[in-house]
């Protein structure tokens, strides 16, 4: 979902949204119905075509997502053996 809304923060088409999140069109139907439903993106017509943006909510969602990412990394980077940030997931 944080990759969906980091797509989205200045607006992106659902195409564009499934191609650079990797999701098939199903997923991401029930991801961008979701998103809309809680208010984190927003629905805007633009040029016949449907463009979601990240809302205000949507933005401090982010924010807080990135925060937790960072803490996460740091209370771990001493536990986690060099050679094993070296290997790919």
Do not use: W
């Not at 401090?60 to 990394?73: D, G, M, R, T």
Request: proline content about 3%.
């Amino acid at each position: 979902m944080a990759e969906i809304m980091d797509i989205s923060r200045t607006g992106a088409l659902k195409t564009q949204i499934m191609y650079r999140a990797n999701l098939s069109f199903a997923q991401l139907t029930l991801y961008l119905n979701l998103l809309t439903q809680i208010n984190l993106l927003s629905r805007t017509p633009k040029n016949g075509k449907e463009i979601y943006i990240a809302t205000q909510k949507g933005r401090a969602f982010l924010e807080k997502h990135q925060q937790v990412k960072e803490l996460l990394c740091e209370e771990n980077a001493a536990k986690i053996p060099p050679e094993a940030l070296l290997r790919k997931f």
